[in-house]
């Protein structure tokens, strides 16, 4: 759960929240044919506490990974490090805090990864990015500061410096704060694309606070 979400919300309520966000990324993702692609793909959900999935939270064509490390980066790499042990070609790793994120773009990374050495950053409104995805392992890449509004721009750097070819995917949001969460539910109450337990938990939360934005 990211903090800056509390306020608005109560820690309950935020995690309520991200867990709908989480749901819905996994019913998502695994569903039949989920990117458009000719080729399976192999989901794994790396979270902190993986060992401690209830029995029917996730469905068995996603595998389970415990995060490892000191910070963002360090857990990222730990990731790519792990899933190209496993033989897997062409990675993506993408967070669950978007949920309105079309899962298209997911598709359209895993076809520009057929490319040799692309990188594929998916840009978010904040300055960080909401995908990355690799054919090659670039360290330099997880080892930066991401608390600040340049992480994207330091991503297309350093893969650039490396020698990679970036793609850069349309932009969108994340929601991890109360500007971002407000966007999220003007879009609900425009009657825009939300997934279904996103929806019901924005509903919620919106009858225990009708005077919300």
Same mark, same amino acid.
């Given at each position: 759960m990211k903090s800056r979400?509390?306020?608005? +919300?109560?820690?309950?309520?935020?995690?309520? /929240?991200?867990?709908?966000?989480l749901r819905d990324a996994i019913d998502d993702y695994s569903a039949t044919d989920a990117f458009g692609l000719d080729e399976a793909v192999a989901i794994?959900? !790396?979270?902190?506490? &993986?060992?401690t999935l209830r029995d029917g939270l996730v469905p068995a064509v996603i595998s389970c990974h415990e995060q490892k490390g000191a910070?963002?980066?360090?857990?990222?790499?730990r990731a790519f490090v792990e899933t190209f042990a496993a033989r897997h070609e062409r990675i993506v790793i993408i967070g669950t805090d978007h949920p309105t994120l079309p899962v298209s773009f997911v598709g359209e990374a895993f076809r520009a990864l057929a490319q040799p050495? &692309?990188?594929?950053?998916?840009?978010?409104?904040?300055?960080?990015?909401?995908?990355?995805? +690799?054919?090659?392992l670039y360290p330099s890449l997880f080892d930066m500061? !991401?608390?600040?509004?340049? #992480?994207?721009?330091?991503? /297309?750097?350093r893969a650039t410096e490396e020698g990679a070819h970036p793609v850069i995917l349309?932009?969108? !949001?994340?929601?991890?704060?109360?500007?971002? +969460?407000?966007?999220?539910? #003007?879009?609900?109450?425009?009657?825009?694309?939300?997934?279904p337990r996103t929806e019901s &938990?924005?509903?919620?939360? +919106?009858? &225990?606070?009708?005077?919300?934005f």
């Open positions: 979400l509390s306020p608005p +919300l109560s820690q309950e309520e935020a995690a309520e /929240l991200y867990a709908a966000f794994r959900l !790396y979270w902190s506490g &993986a060992d910070g963002l980066g360090s857990r990222m790499l050495f &692309a990188v594929v950053i998916g840009p978010s409104t904040d300055g960080g990015f909401y995908l990355l995805g +690799l054919n090659e500061d !991401y608390s600040h509004a340049r #992480v994207f721009e330091n991503t /297309l750097e349309p932009e969108w !949001y994340d929601v991890d704060n109360r500007q971002s +969460l407000q966007r999220l539910v #003007v879009e609900y109450r425009n009657g825009g694309p939300i997934p &938990a924005l509903k919620a939360l +919106l009858e &225990a606070h009708p005077n919300w």
